[in-house]
């Protein structure tokens, strides 16, 4: 064994493979399963298999090195026992209990995800025996015997032992014929770890003391299950190797790792808050940190500021940091991301916040903090919420409650509001959490599930409150009542208005300001809106601001008086321009104008660029023009277009135009049964009315519409007298004044 142990150093000693990769393994814990994550590149082909005790992940054909140093940071030994690797390095092995069953799937990015689930397999199991290709031992059969035992010595058949004396049978084991798999696979995994540890110069072999000698020693026990390797030595046995070079690359790799989208991501002591703080009362840490700020020369000490500006950002003094940074000089390379985290924690922009951008598929802390610094936020599909929940769970619980909602928010917004409620299940087990922290996040997920009405009961709490987030809560609690059509109490808009002027300038400022606008009109108070809108003096958010001016007209456009509808759009009517009105509610004022008598007011509401718009322009300018009295302008509009509504639009185009025939198509073609058959009336389609018509229509048809019938044969008609003629006359006339009374009646009370 010796010999060829150096007989292969010797052979590769002039070559010097590649490193194996380093796949780095992640894991989660869920309710009802455990999940490991293998970042395999993308590309690479695995499989997964169940051999005895558990599971095999196998690379066939990807030389790799996993590291699974971190597998039970975040999960319990309850469904996963153990993660080791298998003799062969492409595999590992997952050691399970046989209450639980795996399964599998790809991600886009080429990782394998491996979920442990609760319940056994529904297939039967498999023998206790591996596969012929599995590479674990047999209980009680190792590798080493293949190089280090021999079987043994047989008692000759002449003199036997008598049954008293006789020792235990040995067991039955099946022959390992060579060459085998398993053993080809050891080697190759051995050549591949003695070539790299020659060429690097580093070779340290540990062999037994003493091992066992080709006969048996004098007194040895003869014994085969005494001769045979325990079973434990050959369940251990490894054949993975790490030398201090590989060692170290893979610490740097792991320090200067590439995201997905190619970017160099920092280290994680550069975003690890947490070590920034000590055991130590605040005032004890930042005394300690004020200490030696400046040097020889009255220079100052630039790692002793970073000391200090890492200190205020632990204890969330942001402001604090950023002035200490620029008090002494501090360059942005020298200052590194530390200004970012800063801005970050005060809730503010920062203005190189883009220098993050592309680090969320980072595996380390700053995929959070890229996380808050993107604007807008990121896609689902570029972000690493594994590091982004593992950077989140390792902040100090102070700055847990700071940027918590935040994160929630853009979560929320991102499409993962489950990641969002881990988040706030993080927040709510830290010590001394701030419970309005909490309110919001609840808040803030009720909304993304459409659940309005809890989020408004909680927002609306959150709004009394004296926490940072209360003006936020206000705004938001506003616009959510608005969105449910309900009338916002004068005391929400009152403070609004008034947290809006004291933030004046501020983003929250002017969304307060927006909701005091919007409260006002929800209960017609659109006086006061409209003089609050026009006082409005912020060119920043003139987005924000002209985006309120049309949701007002909306408002106003929904008035269901109108009086009160003329007497305020005509009052306000400079204040509320077209251009600068949402297509949709230029189209709702246009109609309420046109239902009111206002037809050229609804056609000058209507812009230029929205006339050029959809068919629901040219329904609005229809009805102006109708309203108008201009059928042949109506039609224009309407053309061929598709609908119920353009068709009962065409039909009242057609009657005002006196093609009454041609509108009683069109208002059948709309569904208008009642119109259908007042134009068939006009039309003279009178077997349309005396089937479908009205009890009078009908009976005035039977006495006044032309014979349809044949006459009767003169022969059979028996002439009458005088008479009876003049009877008969009187009968018919009075029959017909009943009948043109009651429709005239009819026809009145519409």
């Known amino acids: 064994m010796t010999r060829f142990i150096l ?177 080809s696979t050891a080697e190759r995994d051995l050549v591949d770890q003695l070539g790299r540890a020659a060429s690097q110069g580093l070779i340290t072999m540990e062999l037994p003391k003493s091992a066992p000698k080709d006969e048996a020693a004098p007194g040895a026990s003869a014994d085969p299950e005494q001769a045979a390797p325990p079973e434990d030595s050959a369940r251990t046995l490894a054949l993975q190797s790490e030398t201090v070079i590989d060692r170290d690359t893979a610490a740097a790799f792991a320090r200067h790792q590439l995201s997905e989208s190619g970017h160099s991501c920092p280290p994680d002591q550069d975003f690890d808050i947490l070590s920034w703080q000590t055991d130590k009362p605040a005032h004890e840490q930042l005394t300690d940190a004020r200490r030696d700020l400046i040097g020889e020369f009255d220079r100052p000490r630039p790692e002793a500021v970073l000391k200090l500006a890492r200190v205020y950002v632990a204890f969330g003094f ?152 209360a003006a936020e809560a206000l705004s938001t609690a506003i616009e959510t009542k608005l969105s449910l059509g309900v009338a916002i109490p004068a005391t929400d808009v009152d403070n609004a208005g008034a947290l809006g002027r004291q933030l004046r300038g501020s983003e929250t400022g002017a969304r307060l300001i927006r909701a005091e606008v919007l409260g006002l009109g ?38 269901p008086d109108d009086a009160l509808f003329i007497e305020t759009f005509f009052r306000h009517r400079d204040k509320i321009p077209a251009a600068q009105l949402e297509a949709r509610v230029q189209v709702a004022l246009a109609d309420r104008l046109s239902a009111t008598g206002f037809w050229q007011s609804a056609r000058d509401i209507l812009s230029a660029e929205t006339r050029r718009s959809p068919p629901p322009v040219s329904l609005a300018l229809a009805r102006a023009a109708l309203a108008g009295r201009d059928a042949a302008a109506a039609y224009s509009y309407l053309g061929d277009l598709p609908g119920d509504e353009a068709a009962k639009l065409r039909g009242e185009a057609m009657s005002m135009l006196g093609r009454h025939s041609t509108a009683e198509g069109e208002f059948a073609e709309a569904g208008q049964t009642e119109a259908q058959l007042d134009e068939a009336w006009r039309a003279g389609n009178w077997t349309l009315v005396a089937q479908q018509g009205s009890e009078t229509q009908k009976r005035f048809v039977e006495l006044f519409a032309p014979e349809t019938a044949p006459p009767d044969d003169p022969q059979n008609v028996v002439p009458l007298g005088p008479l009876s003629a003049a009877q008969q006359l009187i009968s018919q006339s009075q029959s017909e004044r009943e009948a043109f009374a009651k429709l005239m009646e009819e026809l009145k009370a519409r």
């Open 522 to 559: 929800s209960t017609a108070r659109f006086d006061e809106a409209f003089r609050t809108l026009s006082n409005w003096d912020a060119p920043q958010f003139d987005a924000l601001k002209q985006s309120t001016q049309s949701d007002l007209a909306d408002q106003l456009g929904k008035v």
């Open 318 to 469: 942001g402001a604090e940091a950023k002035a200490t940074l620029r008090s002494f000089g501090i360059s942005p390379e020298e200052a590194g991301p530390l200004p970012i985290l800063a801005d970050i924690i005060e809730g503010n922009p920062h203005a190189m916040a883009d220098t993050l951008s592309g680090l969320t598929a980072c595996d380390g802390k700053v995929a959070l903090w890229a996380v808050l610094a993107q604007d807008p936020p990121p896609r689902k599909e570029d972000v690493n919420f594994g590091a982004v929940l593992r950077a989140y769970s390792a902040l100090p619980p102070n700055i847990r409650g700071l940027v918590g909602p935040a994160l929630s928010t853009r979560l929320i917004d991102m499409g993962a509001p489950d990641v969002a409620a881990t988040v706030r299940s993080m927040l709510a087990r830290a010590p001394k959490t701030d419970r309005r922290a909490l309110a919001e996040i609840d808040a803030r997920i009720d909304l993304s599930a459409g659940r309005k009405e809890e989020a408004a009961r909680l927002l609306d709490g959150l709004a009394l409150s004296a926490s940072p987030a």
């Open 7 to 183: 007989t292969l150093g010797v052979i590769l000693l002039a070559g010097a493979p590649a490193a194996a990769q380093q796949i780095a393994v992640r894991s989660g814990e869920h309710e009802t399963f455990s999940r490991l994550v293998f970042m395999l590149p993308p590309g690479t082909a695995w499989t997964t298999e169940r051999v005895a005790g558990g599971y095999r992940l196998t690379t066939p054909g990807q030389e790799t090195r996993f590291d699974l140093s971190r597998v039970f940071d975040l999960i319990p030994k309850t469904r996963i026992l153990s993660v080791t690797p298998d003799v062969d390095a492409r595999s590992v092995f997952i050691e399970t209990p046989p209450s639980v069953h795996l399964e599998s799937f790809p991600l886009a990015i080429g990782a394998a995800v491996i979920d442990i689930v609760d319940g056994p397999e529904t297939t039967p199991p498999i023998a206790v025996t591996p596969p012929a290709q599995s590479f674990r031992p047999r209980p009680n059969r190792g590798y080493l015997d293949l190089y280090w035992s021999k079987p043994a010595p047989q008692a000759p058949a002449a003199d036997p032992a008598p049954e008293t004396a006789a020792a235990p049978p040995a067991p039955v084991v099946s022959p390992l014929a060579l060459p085998d798999r398993r053993v």
